[in-house]
């Protein structure tokens, strides 16, 4: 395996190079103490659950300098049966241990072995829970290492730490499985992770060393020694970060909207890369062509090529993330510009960022640039980071606080070697580490007054990055917040894919929609009174004795009134939803919509009069935006709609969009209809032309859907979604049939 595909996509060049000498240094470089006595450890197990699982074999190995001097191997006999599937894993059967000692006489032994001297193992809390969980097990050792973790501050560019992977990587001894080969295999690891550290910016490791002294941590002694190596070195984080900028310059991009026309593969090219053979099939060798996969690409390639918008349902097991990202990439690529995905959540951004992106990248040639942008709290604050590693500040967590000391070695580590960084990726334990002890808040930021704003910062550097990315993967409430701050956050991005488009509508609702409470408001008013309780009065009764009162008791009059009018329109509103909640449920669906439309209209103008803004209630209540539940933004004004597949209406800065769904895109094809004018009959795309819809299609939709929105058919709730879909006269096809009165439903209690 060679390095450059070992470590994580836009690792600079420099750290490239450090890692690939790695394992011919260790073969030569010594570092005495550190490497006497030592033990190395490794168990296999009937599972995963030190409750419910025990001991199967124990290997353990003595180091002394390169060479082992001495070793412990034995079987365990448990007193349950081996599963079939760890036999099948490490080749450990029943008759392997019936003989074997017990846990208990099998871990006095490892204690002799030990002796109390250090212990490496690779996530050494399985393997110590396991031996501590046997009577005398807390005896073994009071130093464990952790191999794993050491292995993040070492080699943080690594794409994974697993022994096996860095085993092959450096050509160590291989794992099998079995606790004596793991054990060479870790043996060989060990020292490349000890020559790793002293390639860190000379300093870190008196820096690290030195931080919380009165913490006991188990990785303090090597990092002392480590620092004697180079003594008097003085670590700067601000140096470090320059250093890795530097490697990180990028050309500036092109705003698409610069561009007349994008140059676009053709639609043989696209074809041609999902064929067998062909790019997609090398990412993937086991790929099979899909006709649906094929054709949602050739959709997007479109949508491209002619500057217009498409939403797109896909099937589990299309392929969609591969069908959008081809052409993105390709747009980005041949036009200079930056692309942008926005999905459901990190998890799938990370899917893209960790998975998709970098195999894609691969097989391109002359590669791909990309990059995640998510909220401020997934980025370590540098000047946190500092402070603590300088202990000027106390660690919080209620837990072991060595686990905090180890997250700031991590990071320390990694934002040397990375020009940005998602604490996502690093493996941190979070259960035992505070959180907000490495990141910050916006509100929090102390930008212009931090050392490292903003190119140095990795939340501000970030958007910096990003806009010289390719792909540029964020989330649904990242582009909101953008669209909120008036593109200020993103760089200018004018092509985005909205994947899983179905819940941008619930991301929409939860940031940009106000809400008002009636409860709320009538405390509001009582704590502002009038002539003779709340604040007011009291404010009348401080200024009657002072010098003008006769104008402060005008003004606070005029106020007073001004509160009671309010109160009383702020009411009538409340009265109108609550009145268009029994209107809908008694008349129906399209009775409702008429009766929002007048109410809400009378109810603003009621506010209107005691000048407060209230727009009428379908606008009011979304913010002032109206997301609908079709997923469409619409507003309610002269017949004006656009949906989130056509956010070029929505701050203005963006351009075409796909957005792509698993399910329930059907409503949102009708909205991007009503958009561009076209016709949509269906029933799910609330009518034709635009809101001129038919008023029988809009409500079979409506009805449908309602199935299965039960909860939302009390109150207000059921008639904020209906606003916004109209009713108008019947279309040609609707006028011809016959129609059918329903007979009223019987009551009761009657003899009808």
Known sequence: MLIEDAVSSGTPQFVIDSYATLAERAKTQSFGLIEEDVIVLDTETTGLSVQDNELIEISAARLSGREIVDRFDTFVHPKQLIPAEITELTSITNADVVDAPSAVEAVAALADFVGGCPVIAHNATFDRSFIESVKGGVNVSDIWIDSLALSRIALPRLASHKLSFMADLFGCDSVSHRANADVDALCGVWRVLLVALTDLPQGLMARLADMHPDVPWSYRPI???????????????????????????ADDRVDADELPVLKMPSREEIEADYAPGGLVNRMYPT??????????????????????HRVIEAGTGVGKSMAYLVPFAEAARRNNITV???????????????????????????????????????????RKLERMSRGQVEITTKRDPADTLTAVAVIMAYVCQSADGDLDSLGIRWRSVNRPDFTTASRECARRLCPFFPDKCLVHGARRRAAHADVVVTNHSLLFRNVAAEGRILPP??????????????????????????????????????????????????????????????????????VVRASMAIADVFDGVRELGRRARVKGHGHGVRALEGTSELCAQRARKVGIGVE??????????????????????RGVAHG?????????????????????????????????????????????????????????????????????????????????????????????????????????????
């Open 223 to 249: 990092f002392s020694f480590l620092a004697g190596q180079n003594p008097g070195s003085i670590f700067s984080l601000g140096a470090a970060r320059a250093d890795v900028l530097k490697a990180d310059r």
């Open 287 to 308: 790929y099979e062509p899909r006709d649906e996969q094929i054709a949602m690409a050739l959709e997007v390639r479109d949508a491209l090529v002619t500057g217009t």
């Open 340 to 382: 942008g995905i926005a999905t459901k959540s990190n998890n799938l951004a990370d899917q893209l960022m960790y998975h998709e992106l970098p195999k894609l990248a691969e097989q391109l040639d002359g590669g791909l640039s990309f990059c995640a942008l998510k909220g401020y709290d997934h980025y370590p604050c540098l």
């Open 493 to 562: 991005i004018r092509h985005w894919v909205i994947d899983e488009a179905h819940s941008i509508e619930r991301e929409a609702r939860r940031q940009w929609a106000r809400v008002v409470s009636a409860d709320e408001s009538r405390v509001l008013f009582e704590r502002l009174g009038g002539s003779s309780t709340g604040a007011l009065s009291q404010v009348s009764r401080d200024l009657a004795t002072s010098e003008g009162s006769t104008l402060y008791l005008g003004l606070t009059a005029k106020a007073t009134s001004t």
């Open 616 to 637: 009428p209630l379908g606008s009011f209540l979304c913010g002032g935006l109206g997301i609908g539940h079709t997923g469409a933004v619409q507003h309610r004004q």
């Open 644 to 752: 989130v597949a056509c956010p070029g209406e929505v701050g203005g800065d963006l351009g075409v969009a796909v957005a792509v769904d698993d399910v329930g895109a059907k409503d949102l094809v009708g909205v991007v209809a009503a958009r561009h004018g076209a016709s949509h009959r269906d029933g799910t795309g609330r009518g034709r032309r635009g809101l001129r819809g038919c008023g029988e299609h809009n409500r079979a939709g409506a009805d449908q859907e309602g199935k299965q929105r039960k909860q939302d058919r009390e109150g207000a709730n059921f008639l904020i979604h209906d606003a916004y879909l109209p009713s108008h006269s019947p279309c040609d096809e609707c006028a011809s049939r016959p129609q059918q009165r329903k007979a009223p439903p019987r009551r009761q209690g009657t003899s009808e």
